[in-house]
């Protein structure tokens, strides 16, 4: 079993719908949460991170932590074509350095 | 502000043969870590160097190496390259303050034939 697990998709929606991305995890000991966006042939870009447990928004981006089911989220608000990207989610403890990465969500966002 | 840089963009080496790649990391940063991103995964860690040394590894065989310099950029080696080495090698930078903050760069493409 993996670390990380996250549905490859690909996930598509019409321009202005609501998205959601989901990761599920194993290791109890994951205190930070990370979501990076990946377009096409370049690196990922770190959107958001949450400590532990709860929600953090940021512009149309909300991300959701629920430690006790081992279970994160991304919420796209009135999504654009240009959202259109791999979304992945990563996890790190506390007390290492290694982050580890979910397989990426491929989203896609019709015109 | 520069943001991470890898060279180089593309690589094609045979089977058995070495490879390096480099990474100079954000403006600021002191930590370095590798990823390895295979077609349709995510990134997997393969190390992290910190004040020229390597602070933690991944799940990775001794054929892959690094290297810190004094100005914090970095360099990957991999030894006796494998067909299962084809993949996109990613650099990321952080502040040791806050790890969490990791900033990639573009990647180099290796292709082993």
């Known amino acids: 079993q993996k670390e990380v697990e996250q549905d490859p998709g690909p996930l598509s929606v019409p321009e202005g719908a609501i998205v959601s991305l989901n990761c599920t995890y194993s290791?109890?000991?994951?205190?930070?949460f990370m979501w990076y966006r990946q377009y096409s042939r370049k690196g990922p870009e770190l959107l958001m991170y949450?400590?532990?447990?709860g929600n953090k928004e940021d512009g149309r981006f909300t991300a959701q932590v629920d430690k006790s089911s081992k279970y994160i989220s991304l919420f796209i608000r009135d999504s654009q074509p240009s959202d259109s990207a791999t979304y992945l989610c990563?996890?790190?403890?506390?007390?290492?350095?290694?982050?580890?990465f979910g397989a990426g969500t491929r989203l896609f966002v019709k015109a | 502000d520069a943001g991470v840089t890898q060279s180089p963009t593309h690589l094609i080496k045979t089977r058995g043969q070495q490879v390096t790649l480099r990474c100079s990391p954000k403006?600021?940063?002191?930590?370095v870590s590798w990823y390895q991103q295979a077609l349709g995964q995510g990134p997997q860690f393969i190390f992290q160097?910190?004040?020229?040394?390597?602070?933690q590894r991944g799940n990775f065989p001794d054929r892959f190496s690094g290297h810190q310099f004094p100005n914090y950029s970095s360099e990957l080696n991999v030894n006796a390259l494998l067909l299962g080495d084809s993949a996109l090698y990613l650099c990321?930078?952080?502040?040791?303050?806050?790890?969490?903050?990791?900033?990639f760069g573009p990647g180099t493409r290796l292709t082993v034939t």
């Open positions: 990321a930078s952080s502040w040791t303050s806050n790890p969490t903050e990791q900033y």
């Open positions: 290791n109890s000991a994951f205190q930070y």
């Open positions: 949450t400590y532990s447990s």
């Open positions: 990563a996890m790190r403890d506390t007390g290492g350095f290694k982050t580890i």
């Open positions: 403006s600021g940063h002191d930590t």
């Open positions: 160097y910190y004040e020229e040394e390597e602070r």
